[in-house]
């Protein structure tokens, strides 16, 4: 099984729809982040979390909140989806000191009709 | 924040050549790692280098972090080496503030 997990792995939904992207991680890391992948771009940070009481915003928040519901837990909602939300998303995990090495999920593919 | 350019953008190699992939960036890094997303999306840490040579296996990287840059070599090129290659640096020992370039994409051919 995979360290870092992510559900479900593909999505299509429509415009105005709520939807939870879910990461769970059995690699004891008290670092956990969600990122964003658009096709010819690079990463971009959406939220992270250093631990159960600490979330913070990244690059690209607006229209994403997220919950640490436990250390292993991290999810991601989309409150009201948007076409332009369309994208390939990725949850990461990162122990605690440096270097901070980081450990990706296989993907959520999400589709916004 | 910090730019990172890779280069080249896109890279076709016959099975068995050598390669080599360029990160450049614009400020001082105590972090800076290499991924490879193979076409099935799926992204492997493969360095964490922000300084020095490392090798493993067929790939080694190196950082010379005064005049900030950072080279991946592949050697002996297999069709598994397929995908694309992200750089990715920040000038904070954490990942949270990890800058990522937009790619080097790589495709071995038989």
């Known amino acids: 099984d995979a360290d870092v997990t992510q559900t479900p792995r593909n999505r299509i939904t429509k415009t105005g729809k709520r939807i939870m992207l879910e990461c769970s991680q059995t690699k004891g890391h008290d670092r956990m982040y969600w990122y964003r992948q658009d096709p010819g771009l690079g990463l971009r940070l959406i939220y992270y979390?250093?631990?159960?009481?600490?979330?913070n915003k990244g690059e690209i928040s607006d229209g994403y909140s997220v919950s640490r519901q436990a250390q292993a837990k991290f999810s991601l909602s989309l409150e009201s989806a948007i076409p332009n939300q369309t994208a390939l998303y990725f949850c990461?995990?990162?122990?605690?000191?440096?270097?901070?090495?980081?450990?990706f999920g296989e993907g959520s593919r999400l589709t916004v009709l | 924040g910090i730019q990172v350019e890779q280069s080249p953008p896109d890279l076709i190699l016959q099975e068995g050549a050598n390669s080599t992939l360029r990160c450049n960036f614009s400020d001082s890094v105590n972090n800076l790692q290499w991924f490879h997303q193979n076409p099935w999306g799926q992204l492997i840490n493969l360095f964490y280098i922000p300084s020095g040579t490392k090798q493993n296996g067929r790939l080694s990287a190196t950082t010379v972090a005064t005049e900030r840059y950072s080279l991946l070599y592949i050697s002996s090129s297999q069709t598994t080496d397929s995908g694309v290659y992200f750089c990715?640096?920040?000038?904070?020992?954490?990942?949270?503030?990890?800058?990522f370039g937009t790619g080097t994409r790589l495709q071995v051919t038989l």
């Open positions: 990461a995990t990162s122990d605690t000191g440096v270097p901070g090495e980081l450990f």
């Open positions: 979390s250093f631990d159960v009481k600490d979330i």
């Open positions: 990715a640096v920040a000038n904070t020992g954490t990942a949270s503030k990890l800058t």
